[in-house]
């Protein structure tokens, strides 16, 4: 259940309100302009997550709980990218629950950072609970991870705590941020191990934005990798996402949408890219729309936790159908549709549509191809006016088409959940733990090994303290273990399946 | 998961007008589950008939659920939360005059109906010897409703195997046919699923009389079942059968003839249809003083379908003048037990649901080798290459655990496949 207050004049910080049900909230006149910010950025700084050069501020943004209908998650927003994909989801998580109650729901009392303080959901944010620090972590993974973690772990912990005592059921933990730069990766990959130590039976599920092939961060290979090992270690579950396949699934509905085609116009609200209707009112720039990917990626994960369905799947159920052995749980997402025609007559190939393109390559978001890979496991989440009958239907049309893993051959986990996200009828979210994952960490590890074999730039991390040319080595070789559980995989795939000899019994 | 004691359905036929003042039957239940969704959903919905409720104070409920995990719902939830349930188990004992048993309803897939059934179905064995237990447990799709539901399937059923008396199962993928086939729906959703459900067990616990020609009902009719279908602890598998199913529309163009519907009754039987449309009627009971057809080994295909024992229920118009002779056939049935002791029949002249004359077969036979079978491969598979294997241990159930239950159902298998 998430609250609002009323009352757009900034409370005192536990002033929390709490609406009678079927009360409509109105934000009205309360809610001010929003102010330019600043001037807008080069497409080529937008895309790449990891900023801090330009930025000279490294923010923690607070820690806000979302409460739902019977467990918990809290949000931890880490680092620039982090809050910026966070703040979009707050928005479009208001205009979902607001679509569904009138009471609206959103439980926050934590406070977010810069331009959100100042935007038109200032008011939903408290701002005491914001860790700013003006010296930024130089896009340095040592500096996010050893300095400022250290330096504010009490405090984080503190927030944590209390943002803990809100929840009756606090069952995940959803850290968003990106790998490349330095708070999101360093402090970021930090929290995950305060997260474990503290809270050792909430799942910590992790959204990472991993760097693209044209990053300009030249040292994101070197925070990326030394993330990895945090992650291979600390995290339950991560969905890796790349800005480039964010990108391109941009470029497609950009497409879809300019051409024109006759007697097509799509509903605005559903674009998956899309925060129309949310409270946020200034322009949408190209970030928005991938951030807002991302935030749909998290409302459809937690939709079965926070809506009514019949057959519904918590979080925890995701670990524990999702990864077979604890190493191998990276996630590879896609999002169907992307969009809704505003034609009323759906045919109903539009439903098995949805299904056919949550396995293509140009729907993941991260730069992958699951079809011509081999699955250990697959979730799929639908929302919406879908019944059993329609997902067993297209599970066994489509699974000829793919590769599961010899001892996991009908490795399907599924949800139904009645309530769609805002603009569609249905949709899909499907998880895949495939080895299809596999070419990221490849080339993340070719680019740094690039790196490393000249020492470029080692000495702005070894300078750290706690930081030693070992760390480099440890992280190297905890990814390329993890390369290589994924090649013994990948090695099975052509492999006849046979069944095992069974146990033999005395009649 | 849902555990029911002793239904009393007499209650429920009662003729009553929710005016004011009228009483409305209370289900005599106890509704238990690990998050609220379902449970909440299920009260209202019972309430909003108006003509039946839950207790108000006969559930339990938590917020986290089991995340479809067995050794959670077992080793976590079962200990954590025996005192509570069981007092409220004991609440609804105390409210009976004469209680011959528990009725435990859950599945095998996920991770509390399987997990935490099999530990309250033990709880009850200790707590109350002397009644008996009946679990009704839904067998899973074959494919895709949840990843480990093969490994919670084979802990849920050998446990179960030492604690309940009997275990009746309903098959999801059979289910769905008769939906799909027989009643003619097109968007088949669980809510459809769970009516056919229903009408399997009201088809068999709805009152029946006690003898030929007689008007009084039947005292304990778990206990008779029991007796009739359960002569050995080794064989506790019973499966439901029921002939007519169909939709409305297609009732309104039927009649029916008891010699038409035993004799396609008796044909599932032997063919293991689970319903009416698609029955193969090349398969015929193995002729005296040939070999056996059914001590094949599960490489050939299980053609005949042997019986231990058989209950017929049968409801409605002219109910006596069935002719039976064709379910006393000796063939039909293990050697070690005779007809007249194997095959029984509870005949009511009252109609049931909307069906003039229906009939229902509850049977002990090799119905579910082929299932348990695969299952039971499946598991091994995947336990071969120690996949999830981790998200067990971490709750207390060891890969010993795991190796006892596929000895014990493999033997489950090979008894009935050399019936």
Redesign the interface.
């Known amino acids: 259940m998430v609250t609002v207050r009323r009352s757009a004049l900034a409370q005192p910080c536990d002033g929390k309100l709490f609406p009678e049900p079927g009360e409509v909230l109105s934000y009205g006149s309360d809610l001010r302009q929003r102010r330019d910010l600043r001037s807008p950025r080069p497409l080529g700084e937008l895309r790449s997550c990891a900023r801090g050069i330009q930025r000279r501020r490294g923010f923690l943004s607070a820690l806000s709980g979302q409460r739902c209908?019977?467990?918990q998650s809290v949000i931890v927003q880490v680092g620039q990218c982090g809050n910026q994909i966070g703040c979009c989801f707050w928005d479009l998580a208001l205009r979902e629950h607001a679509a569904v109650n009138q009471a609206v729901l959103i439980d926050m009392e934590e406070g977010v950072v810069n331009e959100i303080l100042q935007g038109p959901l200032r008011d939903v944010f408290d701002s005491k609970q914001l860790i700013t620090d003006i010296s930024g972590s130089g896009n340095n993974w040592a500096v996010g991870h050893k300095v400022f973690g250290s330096r504010y772990q009490e405090e984080i912990l503190e927030k944590l705590r209390k943002s803990a005592e809100h929840c009756?059921?606090l069952?995940c933990f959803f850290v968003i941020h990106s790998m490349g730069g330095g708070t999101g990766s360093g402090l970021g990959t930090y929290l995950l191990k305060v997260l474990e130590d503290e809270f050792p039976e909430v799942y910590r599920f992790v959204t990472s934005v991993y760097p693209s092939g044209e990053d300009d961060v030249i040292t994101s290979p070197y925070n990326s990798i030394l993330a990895m090992k945090e992650l291979n270690e600390h995290a339950d579950c991560v969905l890796p996402i790349d800005n480039q396949s964010l990108f391109d699934i941009i470029s497609k509905i950009d497409l879809v949408v300019n051409s024109g085609k006759l007697g097509t116009t799509i509903k605005p609200k559903s674009l998956v890219t899309s925060s129309a209707g949310t409270f946020k009112k200034w322009q949408e720039k190209p970030f928005d729309a991938m951030n807002n990917i991302v935030a749909n990626l998290l409302l459809s994960l937690t939709s079965s936790a926070r809506f009514?369905g019949?057959?519904?799947m918590?979080l925890?159920?995701i670990?524990?159908?999702?990864?077979?052995?604890?190493q191998l749980h990276y996630l590879v997402s896609s999002l169907t549709p992307l969009y809704t025609l505003a034609d009323v007559n759906v045919p109903p190939r539009r439903l098995d549509q949805m299904f056919s393109d949550a396995f293509s390559k140009d729907h993941q978001l991260i730069r992958a191809d699951p079809k011509h890979s081999l699955y250990l496991?697959c979730a799929l989440m639908v929302r919406g006016n879908v019944?059993?009958?329609?997902l067993?239907r297209n599970?066994?049309r489509l699974k000829p088409s793919l590769q599961f893993v010899?001892?996991?051959?009908?490795?399907?986990?599924?949800s139904l959940c009645s309530v769609p996200p805002v603009g569609h009828s249905h949709s899909l979210l499907a998880l895949a733990n495939n080895t299809c994952v596999k070419p990221t960490f490849v080339e993340l590890r070719e680019r740094f090994l690039r790196l490393y074999k000249k020492k470029a730039h080692l000495h702005h991390y070894l300078q750290i303290e706690g930081m030693e040319e070992s760390c480099f080595t440890e992280a190297e070789s905890s990814l390329s273990a993890l390369i290589r559980e994924y090649n013994q995989l990948d090695a099975t795939k052509s492999m006849p399946v046979e069944?095992?000899p069974?146990?033999?019994?005395a009649? | 998961m849902r555990i029911m004691r002793g239904l009393s359905l007499r209650h429920l036929n009662k003729t009553e007008t929710a005016g004011p003042g009228a009483v409305i039957p209370i289900a005599r239940a106890v509704l238990v589950d690990m998050e609220p969704k379902v449970i909440n959903q299920t009260l209202s919905k019972a309430a909003q008939s108006g003509r039946w409720k839950y207790g108000q104070h006969s559930s339990f409920c938590q917020k986290q659920g089991s995340g479809n995990n067995w050794a959670y719902g077992y080793s976590v939830h079962g200990p954590r939360h025996e005192e509570s349930i069981r007092n409220l188990i004991q609440k609804e004992v105390e409210k009976c005059d004469s209680l011959s048993g528990f009725f435990i309803i859950m599945s095998m897939a996920g991770g509390t109906g399987s997990g935490l059934g099999a530990f309250v179905t033990q709880n009850l064995q200790d707590q109350y010897s002397n009644s008996l237990k009946m679990n009704q447990i839904i067998w899973p799709y074959g494919t895709g409703e949840v990843i480990v539901q093969n490994y919670n399937s084979i802990l849920t059923l050998s446990h179960l195997y030492r604690s309940s008396d009997a275990l009746l199962v309903h098959e999801n993928d059979a289910v769905h046919k008769i939906c799909a086939k027989l009643m003619n729906i097109k968007q088949i959703s669980f809510s459809d699923i769970n009516q056919v459900l229903a009408h399997q067990l009201g088809s068999v616990f709805q009152p029946t009389y006690s003898a030929e020609g007689s008007f009084h009902y039947r005292r304990n009719p778990l206990g008779d079942l029991m007796e009739n279908l359960v002569p050995h602890p080794e064989f506790k598998m019973l499966g439901v059968r029921n002939i007519p199913q169909m939709s409305e529309n297609s009732l309104a163009y039927s009649t029916f003839t008891w010699a038409g519907l035993l004799k396609h009754l008796r044909q599932m039987l032997i063919s293991n249809a689970k319903m009416e449309e698609g029955i193969d009627w090349q398969i015929r009971p193995p002729l005296p003083g040939l070999p056996s057809l059914s001590k094949m080994s599960l490489n050939k295909e299980l053609h005949f379908n042997t019986s231990i024992a058989n209950l017929l229920i049968l409801r409605g118009k002219d109910v006596h003048s069935a002719d039976l002779e064709g379910f006393k056939d000796p063939a039909l049935y293990t050697s070690w037990l005779e007809p007249v002791n194997a095959f029984n029949v509870w005949r009511t002249q009252r109609a049931f649901s909307k069906y003039e004359k229906s009939a229902a077969l509850v049977s002990n036979s090799q119905f579910l080798v082929k299932p348990l079978d695969m299952i039971v491969g499946k598991a091994w598979n995947m336990f071969a290459s120690k996949a999830y294997v981790h998200q067990y241990t971490k709750f207390g159930i060891e890969e010993e655990d795991f190796l006892d239950s596929f000895a014990l159902l493999e033997q489950v298998v090979a008894s009935y496949c050399t019936l």
């Open positions: 209908s019977m467990t009756d059921c069952q009514e019949s057959l519904n918590d925890n159920e670990s524990m159908n999702l990864v077979p052995f604890p496991a019944q059993i009958s329609d067993r599970i066994e010899s001892w996991n051959q009908e490795g399907w986990k599924t069944d095992l069974r146990l033999s019994v009649v």
